[in-house]
């Protein structure tokens, strides 16, 4: 859930050019790739536990030296002004140099703040260099995500100052502004917390991956992969921008970048083949939505996922499969509705490229992704686990002249990666603003009591809290926001009530904050996707949320029932998957109003199957049975009604 800024630019999954990264001098992107080799070299260092002489990384020290490699760019990638765009003013330098030099000065005394404690800061220089990275975190949110989101981490800054001035839950204990820019600098409830773990432990791995991936062209190959299955069928250029988006969120787990890349090419052919612009710009934005959420690699919230519950990643990518394949079926089925409504046929055969040629070039993509996926699941490698992927596909992609990585391809892997890993820690740093906050005035422990209290032992009580929490800060676009303060609030308190899987609980909040992304009034994937297609923006948003309505329904099973996350009995998870998946195409065909051979439904047939679906995914034995003969009496029905047509037909 990595948001982008509005000078980014993604094209055709090739290449990744962010903010002002073209036009930088030749010196400073020479020296900006250099720094990230280095940053990628300390944690290849670092997570294999390597040692020179008997010298290891000091884990402090290792934090610290990240943010002077990589946090430092942020200044160097993302101007303060549009009019600085295509230009690098002094003064962004100059940030840049203060960043690293501060940086620099904790990783030196790195095991003195580890040891003796820098909380309250010792001296005034050191509370004023923690200010001053302070109001730089502030900056480069600004410049990544805009003032909304600023003010937010502002007032996670400025409460702990004044929480004693507060009323019931949100009361908590005082802290001086020395005291309180010194937990964020200097220990683990700040910068040396979550966004450092997140970032040092496990995500560069993976952008690192991610980079190597769109550099030797991943990004096209599954986009002929989607064209060469689905382009042959009943409305294929949507169903082929569905399964691009999917694939390109294997890779990416960026909405945005989602978008920007698959959309500029499937929103067009979805218009040529008759698709309303609302209606291409809002499946692409659906489609784009669950990026975070599909595995293997997914967005940032997942490894943050794995950070909270303190379980190893691979448990969260298995437990995140069936959820994200549930909701690309859903999506799937509606858009062939509407294409067999309106008589929107195939694409052109000229347009299709060949499957089997198309896997002959790209087979090693897919390769690599299964090596990744082997990695995590059965060897239980962690990070190391994208390192290797991504050697293995500099070794195997040598194979084929059209994948191989030539120096060229190497460099736009590396800008890919470097782009990538700045722009995260740009929106993660300030993120540690809002733990720090709650944490440090007592104020989680009261939301979560509260919480505990407002739904006593009645979990769906607690989960309809969550959901309702969540779709709030969606509507002014700070999902991520909502994630942590539900993460660290909700999460253990239903978990706790309801005896739920951790990870469910945590997927569940994920899903209905990424859901803010499609909705009125800010609606970002929904109004980028509109701008691609050159559609109405509102018209769009509320499109995608009908689109996207899977989104609401499938969280609350699989929150409830572990078998989606794919733990316990194989079996057991496959025939709940079986029943979910009939549910679901019960679902999309009433709210599309069509069903697959039977054709399109009237207002009776569609609300019976509505509920139907619904009583099918709740796996409870009764309701299921029951939603089973309500499914089978409307198709049965239907198909009388069929028959009888075509008979009177025929005797006329």
Known sequence: MVVLSETAKVKSGADINIGRYQSLP???????????????????FFIYGLNISGWVFQTYQYWYLLYLLFFSGVFVLLPARKKDRNRLPWYDVAIACLIMGICGYWASNAWRISQVGWVPARTIYDWIFALVFTVAALEGCRRLAGIPFTVVNLVAIIYPMVAGYFPGILKGIQFDLPYVVSTLAYSAQGILGMPAQTMGSLLIGFLVFCGFLIGSGAGNFFMDLALSLFGRFRGGAG??????????GLISGNSLANIVSTGSMTIPAMKRSGFPAEYAAATVACAACGSPVTPPVMGVVAFLIAIFTGLDFASVLTAAVLPAVLYYFGL????????????????????????????????THLIVLAFLVFGLVYMQWGARAAIYASALMV????????????????????????QMITQTFAVLVPMSFIIAGLSMTGAITSLTAQIHTLGGTNVYFVLLIGMAVCYIFGLVGMEMIAYIVLAMTMAPTVAAIGNLNIIGVHLFIVYYCIMGSLTPPVAMLSFVAAGVAGARQMKTAWLSM????????????FVTNEALLLQGPILVSTYTFVITLIGVWLLASSLEGYLIRLGRLIIHERVLLLVAGGLMISLDRIPC????LLAVIVILTKLVRLKSNASQLVSK
């Open 26 to 44: 030749l010196v400073i992107k020479a020296i900006y790739i250099a720094f990230t080799v280095i940053g990628i070299g300390c944690f290849c």
């Open 546 to 557: 009908r689109l996207g309505i899977v989104l609401i329904f499938i969280p609350f099973f």
């Open 395 to 418: 070794l195997i992609s040598s194979a084929n002249k059209s994948t191989r990585i030539t120096p060229a391809g190497l460099l736009k892997a590396l800008s890919a990666t470097a």
């Open 625 to 628: 049975v029951i939603g089973a």
């Open 239 to 248: 169903k082929v921008a569905v399964l691009a988006s999917a694939l390109f």
């Open 332 to 363: 799937l089925i509606q858009v062939d509705g509407y294409a067999a409504k309106n008589n929107l046929k195939s694409m052109q055969p000229q347009e299709l490229p060949s499957l089997r040629q198309t896997l002959k070039t790209g087979w």
